[in-house]
């Protein structure tokens, strides 16, 4: 289901298996070389005035759900990997380069190929007005309440109370916003 207003500067490549859904809002701005996947049962939903920046790719698969709510920008080349759920609250921000992750391979076991050891998956959820600075890394399981900040190339391990500034690798508080 595609809303009003759809604009796009090329076509993106869209794939959406029979049994999985795809909905995008009304003032929906898709820019080039954007990939979006929906695989399985899975659905993905855009909602409208949503932005979105060169080559981000989008994927879903499983059973994930995958939703992007009103007003929020996605910055270039960032990756919305779906095993699980994936939630951006309103007039979230995403900058560039941003990698959000809901699977990780199995590893623990030397004496079989990590390739082989299969996968564990947890959702992601960013609350309402957080903004993710460049090069951020979201690992599975994390939850950022309303108004978090993450400072630029920090890999976000743990969730994080609402209002604070974090930053590092592993992230941590830094200070919290008036």
């Known amino acids: 289901h595609f809303g009003k207003n759809l604009r796009c500067d090329s076509v993106p490549k869209i794939l959406i298996d029979k049994e999985a859904y795809l909905k995008l809002g009304d003032n929906v701005e898709l820019r080039r070389n954007i990939e979006i996947r929906v695989h399985q049962k899975s659905k993905i939903t855009i909602g409208s005035n949503v932005r979105i920046d060169r080559g981000v790719r989008i994927l879903a698969t499983n059973q994930a759900k995958i939703n992007l709510a009103e007003a929020v920008r996605v910055g270039l080349y960032s990756v919305f990997n779906g095993g699980d759920d994936i939630s951006v609250g309103p007039r979230s921000l995403v900058s560039g380069f941003v990698?959000?992750?809901?699977?990780?391979?199995?590893?623990?076991?030397?004496?079989?190929?990590?390739?082989?050891?299969?996968?564990?998956?947890?959702?992601?959820?960013?609350?309402?007005?957080?903004?993710?600075?460049?090069?951020?890394?979201?690992?599975?399981?994390?939850?950022?309440?309303k108004g978090v900040v993450v400072g630029s190339n920090a890999v976000v391990t743990k969730s994080a109370a609402a209002n604070t500034i974090i930053g590092g690798v592993p992230a941590k508080v830094l200070n919290e916003r008036n």
Do not use: C, R
């Open 99 to 145: 990698y959000l992750q809901t699977s990780m391979h199995g590893f623990k076991n030397k004496n079989i190929a990590v390739q082989k050891q299969g996968y564990s998956h947890a959702p992601v959820t960013l609350e309402e007005d957080t903004w993710l600075g460049t090069h951020v890394v979201i690992l599975p399981g994390v939850t950022l309440a």
